[in-house]
């Protein structure tokens, strides 16, 4: 179940159509050039957005960005999604010490029986929401 949270988070997300990575470098790609989107966003001297910007979608086409408040709200979406998988990965470590053999949390109850045959004990997992 941890190893889903971790997957879940370097598999990337979907934002304007579009799937975009969000591992640890992309996270902060995306965080420099949103602090560019935002200081321009803010009028700050000297700052510009650079014409015909695009960002490389995790298909590795390229999705144009033509004003900087585009790149920050796209900014912002990254950010929420990787607060909620890692809030959701804290949970899910949170229950999993929390654990005691006699009393299993809700996470190992959705784990069909490794000794039913054709089976395996990690099938009927689900997913991140």
């Known amino acids: 179940m941890l190893r889903a949270a971790v997957t879940a988070r370097t598999a990337g997300f979907a934002w304007n159509g579009a799937t975009y ?3 640890i470098l992309s996270r902060q ?3 420099a050039w949103g602090s560019l989107a935002l200081g321009v966003v803010a009028n700050v001297p000297g700052l510009t957005w650079p014409p015909g910007f695009v960002w490389v979608a995790a298909d590795n086409s390229r999705v ?3 004003a ?3 790149f920050l709200a796209f900014a912002q979406a990254a950010a ?3 607060t909620a998988l890692v809030l959701n990965a804290r949970t899910l470590k949170d229950a999993a010490a929390a654990a005691t053999p006699a009393q299993p949390p809700a ?3 959705c784990c069909v029986p490794a000794r039913q ?3 395996h004990r990690w099938q009927g997992l689900t997913g991140l929401a």
């Open 68 to 70: 900087a408040a585009d």
């Open 21 to 23: 990575q969000i591992d």
């Open 64 to 66: 144009p960005f033509l």
């Open 107 to 109: 996470l190992y109850g």
């Open 29 to 31: 790609n995306i965080a």
């Open 80 to 82: 929420l999604r990787v």
């Open 117 to 119: 045959p054709g089976r």
